[in-house]
Antibody, heavy 116, light 108 residues
């Protein structure tokens, strides 16, 4: 069974940075695009970013474009999300998801709180 | 950006009843629409993809229909574990991938 384990969340001040990681196992990581989806408190699901299997192609939602960077290390089976210039509205549970369009496998999420 | 509008926002039903959830797209998504179930403290779960295909392990009481701009998720007879929030999501024209605002199915 596919396993996705996120880490790196925490409390950060506005304007700060954080890097999320997602350790993937039990599937051929490099063969699949990966995504980040978030859920702010009391809100719905919001797609954040996607990256191709090779890492050559990336996509971002407008609210995070220019501030977040998605990357991957296929030798370590790990997905990353570098988040800079964080804002209060980035406060959310961030999920790592296998695939870029049909989201069949999700991690349990890591909580990011942006507050002073 | 394709906007997905789900209705109703909340559906109050009893176990054993039929649930009908709607998702309307601002433009055609062909059949590239998925449905997810989300319970508090759990990861979302894929139920239906490409409008009508059940995902692996999803019970037959869940069914999806529709194409173009209007889609429906039907739960034929609600089980206690089905009370949750349900989201639709399109992959027809992205980025961005978009989700609907969700429908909460609650116990009446």
């Amino acid at each position: 069974e596919v396993q996705l384990v996120e880490s790196g969340g925490g409390l950060v001040q506005p304007g700060g940075s954080l890097r999320l990681s997602c350790a993937a196992s039990r599937f051929t990581f490099s063969s699949y695009a990966m995504s980040w989806v978030r859920q702010a408190p009391g809100k719905g699901l919001e797609w954040v970013s996607a990256i191709s299997g090779s890492g050559a192609t990336t996509h971002y939602a407008d609210p995070v474009k220019g501030r977040f960077t998605v990357s991957r290390d296929n030798t370590k089976n790990t997905l990353y999300l570098q988040m800079n210039s964080l804002r209060a509205e980035d406060t959310a549970l961030y999920y790592c998801v296998k695939n870029s369009d049909i989201f069949e496998n999700w991690g349990q999420g890591t909580l990011v709180t942006v507050s002073s | 950006e394709i906007v997905l509008t789900q209705s109703p926002a909340t559906l109050s039903l009893s176990p054993g009843e039929r649930a009908t959830l709607s998702c309307r797209a601002s433009q055609s998504v062909n059949n590239y629409l998925a449905w997810y179930q989300h319970k508090p403290g759990q990861a979302p779960r894929l139920l239906i993809y490409d409008a009508s295909n059940r995902a692996t392990g999803i019970p037959a009481r869940f069914s999806g229909s529709g194409s173009g701009t209007d889609f429906t998720l039907t739960i034929s007879s609600l089980e206690p574990e089905d009370f949750a929030v349900y989201y639709c999501q399109q992959r027809s024209n992205w980025p961005p991938l978009t989700f609907g605002g969700g429908t909460k199915v609650e116990i009446k």
